[in-house]
């Protein structure tokens, strides 16, 4: 009796892995802030630069319009001043119709001074405006910068470590819609880049 062995073609097993970023290294300040210019000119908008330490003028470089972080603790300012408000005049000033009496304020008479008065409360007042202004900034920080990031693709490059030390990275991302790994690459290669690496996640 005789036994067919039937050989099928295997196909290896392709891990497919999309290109998060291109990542160039540039060895000084002069010549990254020049690349981060040219990357600027040419009409990046998903891109970074990652340094070592800050860089003087670098968002002028890479034309970096201003946050609008300040709108956050604007936002968060003015909804303390008013709560505050609200809140003294709540409670010791004013008897809400409807509300239970275990919600309501208590109006103190106080030799004969009126129940509510702006410049006694103004401490208050002050207080929440502090308190929910800075909790506008702190959320509003973490919400533009994307934060907590517990994990990012650039992690897997152990060169980019050097960033840390004495190393300048431009890392322009493949959601850039003017992204192409040939033309970016030619390009951050023209703008004195030493080292470009393809990160993928």
Same mark, same amino acid.
């Given at each position: 009796?005789?036994?067919?062995?039937t050989?099928?073609?295997?196909?290896?097993a392709?891990?497919?892995?999309? !290109?998060?970023?291109?990542?160039?290294?540039?060895?000084?300040?002069?010549?990254?802030?020049?690349?981060a210019?040219?990357v600027?000119?040419?009409?990046?908008?998903? $891109?970074?630069?990652?340094?070592?330490?800050p860089?003087?003028g !670098?968002?002028?470089?890479?034309?970096m319009?201003?946050?609008? %972080?300040? $709108?956050?603790?604007?936002?968060?300012?003015?909804? *303390?001043?008013? *709560? *505050? %408000?609200?809140?003294? $005049?709540?409670?010791n000033?004013?008897?809400?119709? /409807?509300?239970?009496?275990?919600?309501?304020?208590?109006?103190?008479m106080i030799? /004969?001074?009126?129940?509510?008065s702006?410049?006694?409360?103004?401490?208050?007042i =002050?207080e929440?405006?502090? %308190?929910?202004?800075? =909790?506008?900034?702190?959320? /509003?920080m973490?919400?533009?910068n994307?934060?907590?990031?517990l994990?990012?693709? %650039? =992690?897997?490059?152990?060169?980019f470590?050097?960033?840390?030390?004495d190393?300048?990275?431009?890392?322009?991302?493949?959601?850039?819609?003017?992204?192409?790994?040939?033309?970016?690459?030619?390009?951050?290669?023209?703008? /004195?880049?030493?080292?470009?690496?393809?990160?993928?996640?």
């Open positions: 009796m005789s036994e067919h062995a050989n099928q073609p295997t196909t290896p392709i891990a497919l892995e999309a !290109i998060y970023a291109l990542v160039a290294e540039f060895e000084d300040v002069a010549t990254v802030t020049a690349a210019e040219r600027r000119d040419a009409g990046y908008t998903q $891109w970074d630069v990652h340094a070592p330490f860089i003087h !670098i968002d002028k470089a890479m034309g319009r201003p946050t609008i %972080l300040p $709108w956050f603790t604007l936002g968060g300012g003015l909804a *303390g001043l008013f *709560g *505050g %408000l609200l809140l003294v $005049w709540g409670m000033a004013t008897t809400i119709p /409807g509300v239970p009496t275990s919600l309501q304020g208590y109006q103190y030799s /004969g001074k009126p129940t509510f702006l410049p006694a409360n103004i401490p208050i =002050f929440t405006t502090i %308190l929910l202004a800075a =909790f506008g900034t702190v959320l /509003g973490f919400a533009l994307r934060l907590p990031m994990y990012n693709p %650039l =992690f897997k490059s152990r060169r470590r050097q960033v840390t030390t190393r300048f990275y431009i890392v322009i991302e493949a959601t850039d819609p003017k992204f192409h790994t040939e033309a970016t690459a030619e390009l951050l290669l023209a703008a /004195g880049s030493k080292h470009l690496e393809r990160v993928t996640d």
